[in-house]
């Protein structure tokens, strides 16, 4: 039944269903493109996209799109949706300036989708007065965190029936560059990849109250980016970006059990580890490294493609099983359920698709998108 049903589903699957498909959605990017190393705007104006899939037998399909902005810049993992399917919400860092469309400027613009019916529409625009890097969506649906990394602050927005109203901010020390905002599951807490800071920061929070100071700050490597919770295993994982300068760059994992949290394990993945995730069973983990593919081609450090590497989580330790190469500028990667991997490929404007076997990567017939590349991404609570 499930099969045949349109973006409908999001609605009609309730609790009584014992197991709802994965839902996940991708933002393509259209104002870019990369020329010599540089990031400089397409010479023919389309809108950015977001598109839906669910995956079934387990492959991803497609369920509709909606015209709204996204970004390149920030964690990958920046679109948040709804516990119930019903709502999501994609901040947009940076656009093409309407008043000289061949440059690129910063923007502050949080869209609210409407997932009902037969095709996700934009029901409301939030303008936060600062980049909007990232979004998070509390486990009850009322908290909606977004970051403003160039402003070292995130904005708190209560959301009801589907409408996002600011009423607060949470302020960080100056250069901290707040990136990926993340909700971490049976319990009061938020944490923050600070890359600017080299920290992850917890913080508590009660209902649309987040404490203005955190509670506890971890080090697990250079520039944090993006950080994800590894299912019901009590681990996340967060992936250390560093300084882009072709050193080899690591992937951390963080024991949530513990009370503090700490970092008890970190293993070596690539060049540049753009995003990382967890499969749903909590046993594995993704990254998708960027390498130096955004160099100029002249440069004796470039590299023209980024790949995607699988790692087990096994006795407290992150094991690399298998890596597999993909296009260049590499965004991010995600499960979409415990054996589909997604890997984003700005450059080639592929999805690059593959199933996990074990622990190795089986390489499948990918996305392509025509007008634009992937690069933002969110997934439904399980």
């Not at 927005?157 to 990926?180: Q, S, T, Y």
């Not at 990382?276 to 002249?298: E, F, I, K, P, Y």
Request: net charge negative; hydrophobic share 45%; glycine share 10%.
């Amino acid at each position: 039944m499930l099969k045949t049903l349109p973006l409908v589903l999001l609605l009609a699957a309730t609790p009584a269903l014992a197991q709802r498909p994965p839902l996940f959605a991708i933002g393509v990017e259209a104002d870019v493109e990369l020329v010599h190393g540089d990031v400089v705007p397409r010479a023919q104006v389309r809108p950015d996209r977001i598109v839906f899939f669910e995956v079934v037998d387990g492959r991803p399909r497609r369920l509709g799109s909606v015209a709204a902005p996204v970004s390149f810049m920030g964690p990958p993992a920046a679109i948040a949706i709804s516990p119930d399917r019903r709502w999501a919400f994609a901040p947009a860092e940076n656009g093409r300036d309407s008043k000289a469309p061949g440059s690129l400027v910063p923007t502050d613009v949080l869209s609210v989708l409407d997932l009902a019916g037969g095709s996700p529409r934009v029901v409301q625009t939030v303008h936060l007065g600062a980049d909007a890097t990232a979004a998070a969506l509390s486990p009850d649906g009322r908290l909606l965190v977004v970051t403003h990394a160039d402003a070292d602050r995130a904005s708190l927005l209560r959301v009801e029936a589907g409408r996002a109203e600011k009423i607060g901010e949470l302020a960080f020390d100056k250069g901290a560059r707040p990136l990926a905002p993340v909700f971490l599951p049976d319990e009061q807490a938020l944490a923050f990849t600070l890359a600017g800071s080299d920290r992850i920061a917890l913080y508590d929070w009660h209902g649309t109250r987040v404490d203005p100071h955190p509670r506890q700050q971890l080090a697990a490597g250079i520039y944090p980016t993006s950080l994800a919770v590894c299912g019901p295993s009590g681990y996340a994982v967060v992936g250390n970006f560093g300084a882009a300068t072709g050193d080899e760059n690591t992937v951390s994992l963080i024991d949530l059990h513990t009370h503090p949290a700490r970092v008890i394990d970190t293993a070596s993945v690539g060049v540049s580890p753009e995003g990382v995730d967890c499969s749903t069973d909590g046993r594995h983990a993704v990254v998708a490294n960027q390498g130096m593919s955004l160099l100029d081609s002249a440069d004796p450090r470039y590299a023209p493609q980024g790949d995607v590497v699988l790692l087990a989580i096994r006795d407290r330790r992150l094991v690399v099983t298998d890596r597999a190469t993909i296009g260049g500028w590499v965004e991010g990667a995600i499960f979409a359920g415990d054996d589909l991997v997604a890997a984003q490929s700005l450059a080639d404007g592929r999805l690059h698709l593959f199933r996990r076997a074990g622990d190795r990567l089986v390489r499948l017939e990918p996305i392509v998108f025509e007008h634009g590349g992937p690069t933002s991404f969110g997934k439904a609570p399980d």
